[in-house]
């Protein structure tokens, strides 16, 4: 027994030493990708459920190594928050959005009204944060009225009074700002008043829970509740099906995004099914 013990502890040592090693070797290669700009971004269709009709898009952050092949964002953002990439990589998804806003606009084709891009909590918390936000934008010559930033509700309660300052720069700048994977951060709810935020993102473990568990159907029915009682709009995130939209709309939900519309699409696909280009 005793052998056993100590084979299986030698084993979770190896385990853990791969993982290890893993991470180290993804932060490398993913730090030579972002230099030599080999990460891209893909584009997520925001619809109105009433309509069906786009009202914006989420900028989404795609790898592909030459040897590794697709790398989950779930996995590569992980290891940039954890080994100190974050910042540059959030501030490319920024220059990114803005990039492709402008270059739509110069083709004549008319961009999604917002374009959201997801703030990491060190990216929202380091050093003039909101003022080079809007440099990057305004490098583009986009305005941040166009832009809508997406911040966890983990990222703003863990250092509230600060998050707070800096969200209400960000606003004073024009910015848009959402929470995103709400539900999820067990945050007092009345502090939420305190964040000039514009919309909630109902996390997706909701959403999809909705039409078989009670209690994903109770949060999901109180956060849309909470969020009209302050005037924010509400996006489900992962509708997957005309079962759950039948019900957000019951609901009275704003806004819908998920694989039942589409999921991320390169920019070019999203400009040939979703884009318009007003007649000249
Ligand atoms: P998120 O912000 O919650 O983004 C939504 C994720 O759900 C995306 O995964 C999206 O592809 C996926 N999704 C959308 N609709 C559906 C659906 O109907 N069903 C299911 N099962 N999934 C759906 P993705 O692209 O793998 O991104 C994972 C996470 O990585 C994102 O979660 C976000 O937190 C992070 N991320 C991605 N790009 C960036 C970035 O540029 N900056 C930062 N800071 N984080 C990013
Ligand atoms: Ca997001
Ligand atoms: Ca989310
Ligand atoms: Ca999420």
Redesign the pocket.
Known sequence: AKMQGGGHHLLYNVDMGLQLQRRIAVAARLEKALAVGRLTQHY?PKVVLDTGQLCGV????RWHDEEWGWV???EF?HVAEERGL?IA??DW?LDTAARQWRAWHDAGVTPPTTIA????AA?MMSDGFAERALAIVRAHNVSPLAIEL?ITESALMHEPAKARRVAARLVERGFTLSI??FGTGYSSLARLQNFPVSRLKID?SFVQGMTTNPDSLAIVTAVIGLARALQLRTVA????SQDQIDKLRSLQCDMA????FA??LPAADLERDWLSRPSR
């Open positions: 997520q989420e900028a989404l952050a989950s964002p779930a953002i974050i990589l959030g998804s891009v997801n703030v990491s990216q997406e995103d994977d997706m995130e992962g509708v997957e995004q998920g694989y039942f999921k991320a």
